[in-house]
C-alpha cells in the first residue's frame, strides 16, 4: 500500500518541491539585490567625500538607494513572518 500511495503523491510532491525552489531563489536573488544597494550606497559616499557630486545630488540618490534597501527588508520580514505561520499551521495539523 505504501508504494501506491507514493506513486499517487508523487506529482504533488514535486509540484510542492518546485515552488519550494522557486521561493528559496526568489530569496536569494533579493538578498542578492541588497548587497548590490549597499554596494551603489559605499559608492555613492565615496563620490561625495572626493567630491564628485554634490550633496544635493547624493541626498536624491541616497533616499533613492534607501527607499529600495527598506523595501526589500520589508518583503523579507514579511516572508518569514508567512514562513512561521506556515510551520505553527503544519504543527497544529500535525497534532
Known amino acids: 500500500m505504501l508504494i501506491v500511495d507514493d506513486i499517487l503523491l508523487f506529482p504533488v510532491r514535486s509540484i510542492l518541491w518546485v515552488f ?7 530569496q536569494e536573488e533579493q538578498a542578492n539585490e541588497a548587497e548590490a544597494i549597499t554596494a551603489e550606497l559605499s559608492e555613492l559616499y565615496m563620490m561625495l567625500e572626493t567630491g564628485k ?7 536624491t540618490r541616497e533616499k533613492t ?3 529600495r534597501l527598506d523595501g526589500i ?6 516572508l518569514e513572518d508567512e514562513d512561521q505561520e506556515d510551520g505553527e499551521q ?4 500535525d497534532a
Open 20 to 26: 519550494k525552489e522557486i521561493h528559496n531563489a526568489a
Open 65 to 67: 538607494l534607501l527607499d
Open 53 to 59: 557630486i554634490t550633496e544635493t545630488e547624493f541626498d
Open 73 to 78: 527588508k520589508e518583503r523579507e520580514t514579511d
Open 90 to 93: 503544519e504543527e497544529r495539523e
